[in-house]
């Protein structure tokens, strides 16, 4: 039911409620009662219906008045001069009080209408200054259309990825017939300017496109169907669409801003991939290619011992060893950023944990002294991976350490965990490199190191749920120290 249809039945409804129960009393009733009366009723339909509801209540009140109110009652015969000064100045009076109460009544309206308005410019400003994907941005410019204008559906398209030159359908609000939503691609996918035109979803329905740009280029597209819109909306429109259209170009600048910086890390890593994997292949291969050259030009002339022989074939296996770890290394790296690691644990003594870790580094076992404590209890650990931490370890410190200084490797029982550390007598880890040192392909200082297997460490450690970190050595050095989740002790029955 429209609006002043609903005014105007309230106030026939007063009118009929408040007249019956003034009748019998209006012998005893100035001729002024009534009308003061019956202002409640105009009143009333000029509020709930506007203008045109006051009009017909004055009117219907008017006719009441004069039929029950004046005599000779029954009739609309006047009777006395003063009758029609009553009458006039009923009239008068109810025609200003109900063009003032629907004046108040679309005040009213248009501050209703004009807070919802700001609101949800202030919810789409909100969107150029927030950090929102372009999804979120779709969605919440449909929303706002339909709620503001309440037409039967919005849609918003966007460019294609594929094809920027073609619009797609991206968010929609209502309910919009699948099958029409094809059509409102514009021809040639290019954004129409703002105008109605006679739409696909029935006769006499309008279908309004609305440009999005921003700074005058295209950005994307809406349409609204069934939308009823005075001069006041059309320009409501338009200023949605110039927020609509600005949030959604923030969006998608920012967007392409990550993807642009997602590329750059990404040539950056892999710049410091073939940095790090060619020094590391470039030491152990020229020492394999010296080694190979000497043991050819040795057996050419008969010059070789044969300790010298086994020495050079021992430099041979150790660097191929070394070649081995870095191409593990790289394996386990992908492992982990691909999420594929999985820990197999087992309880193992520490010293097993130790003594693999030893083979699997290739360091000299007279070159590492080691300390367990008799009191450490097994770990539960996945071995394989503890021993690859124990040798990335190794590994880095006999390469900081000057020769023929010892590597230590102890083991302490603390609370719950064992603490597994392994101490060098190199030149130690700054204060303000110590995070950084356990990143992917990190570099300390001057020694051209990069830091592949720390992060591959780090990463198998806090696999298990523990931690490592690198403090000063006593005497200078570094230590870095891994934690063991020590095994549950069993319960003697």
Do not use: C
């Not at 005599?71 to 109900?98: C, E, F, K, R, S």
């Not at 039967?152 to 094809?163: F, S, Y």
């Not at 720390?454 to 230590?479: M, S, Y």
């Amino acid at each position: 039911m429209k609006r002043w249809m609903l005014g105007a039945l309230v106030a026939f409804a007063g009118i009929g409620a408040l007249s019956a129960a003034m009748v019998p009393l209006r012998t005893h009733l100035s001729p002024a009662t009534p009308a003061l009366v019956l202002v409640i009723p105009v009143v009333a339909g000029a509020s709930v219906g506007g203008l045109a509801s006051g009009v017909l209540a004055v009117a219907a009140g008017f006719v009441t008045y004069d039929a029950l109110f004046l005599p000779p009652y029954g009739t609309l015969d006047v009777g006395a001069a003063q009758n029609w000064t009553a009458l006039a100045v009923y009239a008068v009076v109810m025609l200003i009080v109900a063009r003032i109460f629907a004046f108040l009544r679309r005040a009213r309206l248009d501050a209703r209408r004009d807070a919802d308005t700001v609101r949800r410019l202030y919810e789409l400003s909100d969107l150029l200054i927030g950090d929102q994907p372009v999804t979120r941005v779709l969605q919440v410019v449909a929303r706002t259309l339909h709620q503001a204008f309440d037409p039967q559906w919005v849609a918003v398209l966007i460019p294609e990825a594929e094809n920027g030159d073609r619009l797609a359908v991206a968010a929609t609000a209502g309910e919009p017939p699948a099958d029409e939503l094809p059509a409102l691609v514009p021809e040639g996918g290019r954004a129409e300017r703002l105008q109605p035109r006679e739409g696909a979803q029935g006769p006499g329905e309008r279908v309004v496109r609305i440009a999005l740009t921003a700074r005058g280029r295209p950005v994307g597209l809406v349409a609204m169907a069934g939308a009823s819109l005075d001069r006041h909306a059309f320009d409501l429109v338009r200023t949605y669409a110039n927020q609509a259209a600005l949030a959604l170009e923030a969006s998608q600048l920012r967007e392409q801003a990550v993807r642009t910086e997602l590329l750059e890390q990404v040539d950056a890593l892999r710049a410091s991939l073939i940095s790090a994997v060619s020094h590391d292949l470039r030491t152990p291969l020229a020492s394999v290619k010296t080694a190979v050259s000497a043991l050819r030009r040795g057996d050419g002339q008969g010059s070789l011992s044969t300790g010298d022989r086994e020495e050079l074939l021992a430099l041979i296996e150790n660097r191929s060893d070394a070649l081995d770890r870095l191409v593990a290394n790289l394996l386990d790296m992908t492992r982990i950023q691909s999420g594929t690691l999985e820990l197999r644990r087992e309880i193992t003594p520490v010293p097993e944990v130790i003594d693999g870790g030893l083979r699997a580094s290739g360091v000299p076992p007279e070159t590492v002294t080691v300390d367990v404590s008799s009191d450490v209890p097994p770990v539960d650990v996945d071995v394989v991976l503890m021993e690859q931490v124990l040798a990335n370890l190794l590994d880095n410190a006999v390469r900081h350490s000057p020769d023929g200084t010892p590597v230590s490797v102890s083991a302490h029982a603390r609370g719950d965990v064992v603490e597994l550390s392994v101490t060098d007598r190199g030149p130690g880890v700054p204060m303000s490199e110590r995070d950084r040192v356990f990143t992917m392909f990190s570099r300390l200082g001057t020694q051209g190191r990069a830091g592949l297997g720390l992060a591959i460490a780090k990463a198998f450690v806090e696999a298990h749920g523990q931690t490592i970190h690198v403090d000063d050595a006593p005497g200078g050095g570094a230590r870095f120290v891994v934690t063991l989740p020590a095994a549950p002790v069993p319960v003697e029955m």
